[in-house]
T-cell receptor, first 113, second 113 residues
Framework: EAGVTQSPTHLIKTRGQQATLRCSPISGHTSVYWYQQALGLGLQFLLWYDEGEERNRGNFPPRFSGRQFPNYSSELNVNALELEDSALYLCASSLAVGNQPQHFGDGTRLSIL | GESVGLHLPTLSVQEGDNSIINCAYS??????FIWYKQESGKGPQFIIDIRSNMDKRQGQRVTVLLNKTVKHLSLQIAATQPGDSAVYFCAEKGWDSSYKLIFGSGTRLLVRP
């Protein structure tokens, strides 16, 4: 069974640009989560999508946004990039909500120059 | 952010010994906990989970113990192998209506040959 896949693996942008990160969940999983892993700051929750709807967001500014498509894949968009946005962005998926483990992809490394 | 971003503690063990990694979680209302392993350049890999109605759960070579009285979680790895070298994170499911995970700061496990 294929795991969570993310693309691209690496992304280099400059300040002020926009970035789009993509995620395909495990087949059968309807919930998708996005986390930011900045150096020295651990994993921080960004966004949660389930059945095409945004269900919850973390303490991040509105320039972090996303969506979930009918096939449950998801996009994370970051507008007006800032230097501190440089981080590993991780996507996870799980079965329908409840006490189910979230399974992670290997992330997109976003570097802002 | 909600996850604690401190320096990464390191546990060094001899190959073949047992390892115990500890974690203090945030909220007594949390009802679901997960341990993840993260190797360099990869996303967190699910190891084992436990619900709050349990004190102990065993997997292959791993055991998770939950002490709700002191809000403490531990991961025991039996007969530690070089392939176990990684950063280990505990995570608790958010105590609000969301299903986000709140991650601990992580522990680096080094296995000496």
């Amino acid at each position: 069974e294929a795991g969570v896949t993310q693309s691209p693996t690496h992304l280099i942008k400059t300040r002020g640009q926009q970035a789009t990160l993509r995620c395909s969940p495990i087949s059968g999983h309807t919930s998708v989560y996005w986390y930011q892993q900045a150096l020295g700051l651990g994993l921080q929750f960004l966004l949660w999508y389930d059945e095409g709807e945004e269900r919850n967001r973390g303490n991040f500014p509105p320039r972090f946004s996303g969506r979930q498509f009918p096939n449950y894949s998801s996009e994370l968009n970051v507008n007006a990039l800032e230097l501190e946005d440089s981080a590993l962005y991780l996507c996870a998926s799980s079965l329908a909500v409840g006490n189910q483990p979230q399974h992670f992809g290997d992330g997109t490394r976003l570097s802002i120059l | 952010g909600e996850s604690v971003g401190l320096h990464l503690p390191t546990l060094s063990v001899q190959e073949g010994d047992n390892s115990i990694i500890n974690c203090a979680y945030s909220n007594s209302a949390s009802d679901y906990f997960i341990w993840y392993k993260q190797e360099s350049g990869k996303g967190p890999q699910f190891i084992i989970d436990i619900r709050s109605n349990m004190d102990k759960r065993q997997g292959q070579r791993v055991t998770v113990l939950l002490n709700k009285t002191v809000k403490h979680l531990s991961l025991q790895i039996a007969a530690t192998q070089p392939g176990d070298s990684a950063v280990y994170f505990c995570a608790e499911k958010g105590w609000d209506s969301s299903y986000k995970l709140i991650f601990g700061s992580g522990t680096r496990l080094l296995v000496r040959p």
